[in-house]
């Protein structure tokens, strides 16, 4: 059973850096698709960043030219350095992983197309 274990969250100043791991447990070879959604209080789940089987890397506009997603296919963990955060940015992350079909099936699934996920990790943004 695959298993996502996510840290790395706190809180921080408008301006300031994070960076989440999310470590995969329970790993079986095959393709898989990463991602990191985000979720605040009364807002659906939002993709925010996603990195294919292939290495190929998509992003939310919203996140484009602070945020960067990659991996450690060694240690098998995700990454999400954030930089340059805004009050806006604050909400619960979240990793989720799933069979990568394809490039486009990765970088355009909704999150209920995602069948693993880890527990969450709170980002908050103070201005």
């Known amino acids: 059973e695959v298993q996502l274990v996510e840290s790395g969250g706190g809180s921080v100043q408008a301006g300031g850096s994070l960076r989440l791991s999310c470590t995969v447990f329970g790993y079986a070879y095959r393709p898989y698709c990463m991602a990191w959604f985000r979720q605040a209080p009364g807002k659906e789940r939002a993709g925010v960043a996603r990195?294919?089987?292939?290495?190929?890397?998509s992003y939310a506009d919203s996140v484009k030219g602070r945020f960067t997603v990659s991996q450690d296919n060694a240690k098998n963990t995700l990454y999400l350095q954030m930089n340059s955060l805004k009050p806006e940015d604050t909400a619960m992350f979240y990793c989720?992983?799933?069979?990568?079909?394809?490039?486009?099936?990765?970088?355009?699934?909704?999150?209920?197309?995602?069948?693993?996920w880890g527990q969450g990790t709170q980002v908050t943004v103070s201005s």
């Open positions: 989720a992983a799933a069979y990568d079909h394809s490039d486009s099936w990765c970088h355009d699934s909704q999150w209920q197309a995602f069948p693993y």
């Open positions: 990195i294919s089987s292939g290495g190929t890397s």
